[in-house]
């Protein structure tokens, strides 16, 4: 029990323990639920969270292995937008957060991360369960903090909150020794809103200067490009992205982290761009002669060979993070700032000016697109006594077209980017990482946050095999995730890299042997199983697994030496793309026209050498 006390500040002061401390604060902050798992050194913590969870407002989700517990908390927050919570107790507890920190931070998640510390005392003495978990993160994390006394912790929670959601969010930790959970002090509240922190202001509003150069260029430009990011999805710029290129006529192209921000159903909509993106999307950014990005970072993933990437392009490059502008590709427009605001502001400019476009400025720059979709499509390919994984993604699409998926990490991964067209914030999957394990466990923090909604988990059975253990969690708490294996007895895009740039050598990939019956593994955890072997099976299996009132494991059983195409080879540009269909009346299946001048591979639809300019 805690007993107010009079202050003289006349603010209400309890006599309260670092636990209640650190319970109060983040039900305080708007916490409604933590994932975690409990352990020696936290039970202080845990001992206060069982009073607060009996008081009402804030819950528990109990997580069979931390490392669900960080991505359910991850999922949380990329579904909502808030901050996720977690807890881990110390040693073992701590360092199984860490892959989940990494994916939070890779791509810039806001989270908040509590882990139990062994005491004060023994700290550095290689105590039972100690681990340095504030120096194993620290490459890892926004910020991180260890509590020292307990009057540091209201303001801990209130710094943590803010530093994880403000300018560019990721992670933070709080690492809380066990007495220090455990003393007594005279707890004042710190509310949201009464920290500051002179040296940490990023910059939000952009510098207005910068605004008038990015509009020359977009008013020259004849072949522009939207290239978005997951920043756009983080500031909720989607409307201002769609203004911006219905205005300009400007094709849209996202990043793996960016799908949402763009409608995919639009006619602008070139879908995601690079190693795996469609044809369209990596031929225009190859041709393009203005770069926009919008809350992007220039990954490799997405350049591919970074000097062949817009290599005749100017670059606007807007990003409320200053280290990433101009650090793989210096931009003739810098603009740092929340891309949100910046946006808004080009589009005020626009509007005061009056100075509309020339109507068709980009005109012959979309016909060359629309040729290159219909070239090029992405393709569902059938077999005769086979399903397409292909069929199973575009299946659900149809039959769920307005569900929150989230996937782990390979081919399935891929093919779901490529095939589904999802709303902000419904499309959730490890991109900077590529943490396999990740889907299900982050499903279920997407769930915990939307219990309306539908919640679907694409994943492979290699990946799924990584955090199977949290079928337990779904089953205790009745979380009801619809997870869906797309099961091709491989870890599929090893297999695939194995295949092409390793002579066929597949080792160590074949999960075929060993692997468990996923319905009746489903079933041991008193969950819903079913299995899809053939295409008349599929349609009625997942119509009836979306229309069960529980979670749901449907194993599907694939063909198993499918590829993933486009793709990128390693090293390539991104107008040179293998596994594309055969355009009647090139001679070329790659897409490719090699220049008789400088050898340089070009898009085949265009007229001149992109390299070196002679005639094709």
Request: proline share 7%; aromatic share 6%; charged share 15%.
């Amino acid at each position: 029990m805690t007993t107010p006390i009079a202050a003289p500040n006349s603010v209400l002061v309890r006599r309260a323990s670092g636990a209640f401390a650190l319970i109060d604060s983040l039900r305080r902050h708007g916490v409604e639920h933590i994932f975690g798992y409990p352990g020696g050194a936290i039970l202080p913590i845990y001992d206060e969270l069982y009073r607060a969870e009996a008081a009402g407002g804030i819950s528990h989700i109990l997580v069979r292995h931390e490392q669900g517990g960080a991505h359910a908390a991850d999922g949380y927050a990329r579904a909502t937008g808030k901050v996720g919570v977690c807890f881990g107790t110390s040693g073992p507890g701590a360092t199984n957060l860490v892959t989940g920190i990494a994916t939070a931070q890779m791509d810039s998640i806001p989270m908040v991360v509590i882990t139990g510390q062994v005491p004060s005392h023994a700290i550095g003495s290689d105590a039972f369960q100690e681990t340095d978990i504030f120096g194993i993160t620290l490459p890892l994390v926004k910020h991180s903090y260890v509590a020292r006394t307990p009057e540091q912790i209201p303001r801990m929670v209130a710094e943590a909150f803010y530093i994880a959601q403000t300018g560019r969010p990721g992670p933070v930790l709080i690492d809380i020794p066990k007495d220090i959970g455990l003393a007594e002090f005279d707890y004042v509240p710190v509310e949201p809103g009464q920290v500051s922190l002179p040296g940490y202001k990023p910059t939000v509003r952009g510098n207005p200067r910068q605004v008038n150069p990015a509009l020359r260029l977009l008013r020259q430009s004849e072949r522009p490009l939207l290239y978005v990011g997951g920043g756009a999805i983080t500031a909720g710029a989607h409307a201002e992205i769609r203004r911006l290129a219905e205005y300009f006529q400007i094709p849209v192209t996202t990043t793996l982290m960016g799908k949402g921000a763009f409608d995919e159903h639009h006619p602008l909509a070139l879908g995601m761009l690079g190693m795996h993106g469609t044809a369209y999307a990596n031929f225009a950014v190859s041709e393009c002669d203005l770069l926009i990005a919008v809350g992007a970072r220039f990954d490799d993933r997405v350049t591919g060979k970074l000097d062949e990437f817009a290599s005749r392009a100017q670059v606007i490059h807007i990003d409320i993070d200053p280290a990433e502008v101009g650090k793989n590709r210096a931009p003739q427009v810098p603009i740092v700032g929340d891309v949100k605001h910046v946006l808004t502001t080009m589009l005020s400019r626009l509007e005061e000016e009056n100075q509309l476009p020339p109507p068709n400025q980009t005109a012959a720059w979309r016909d060359r697109i629309d040729r290159w979709k219909r070239d090029y499509p992405l393709v569902v390919p059938t077999y005769p006594d086979e399903l397409s994984p292909q069929e199973v993604i575009h299946e659900l699409a149809i039959q769920a077209p307005h569900a929150y998926f989230t996937t782990d990490v390979g081919q399935h991964q891929m093919w779901s980017a490529q095939f589904l067209k999802n709303g902000p914030r419904q499309w959730v999957s490890s991109a900077g990482l590529g943490t396999m394990g990740f889907g299900m466990p982050a499903a279920m923090g997407v769930q915990v946050a939307l219990p309306n909604e539908t919640v679907i988990c694409i994943s492979g059975d290699a990946s799924f095999q990584m955090n199977l253990q949290e079928l337990g969690t779904l089953a205790q708490y009745n979380i009801p995730v619809k997870t869906v294996i797309v099961n091709n007895g491989w870890q599929g895009m090893v297999r695939q890299w194995q295949q092409a740039f390793h002579g066929e050598r597949y080792s160590s990939s074949n999960m075929e042997v060993g692997m468990p019956n996923f319905e009746v593994l489903a079933q041991a955890y008193g969950i819903k199983g079913m299995v899809v072997r053939d295409r008349d099976q599929l349609t009625p299996t997942v119509a009836a697994m979306l229309a069960h009132d529980g979670p749901v494991l449907l194993d599907v059983r694939v063909r198993r030496n499918e590829n993933c195409y486009p793709m990128v080879a390693p090293g390539k540009g991104n107008h040179q793309m293998i596994g594309l269909p055969e355009v009647h009346g090139t001679g070329s299946s790659t897409g490719l026209t090699p220049c008789v001048s400088c050898g340089h591979q070009n898009v085949s639809t265009s007229n001149f050498c992109s390299e070196c300019g002679t005639k094709l």
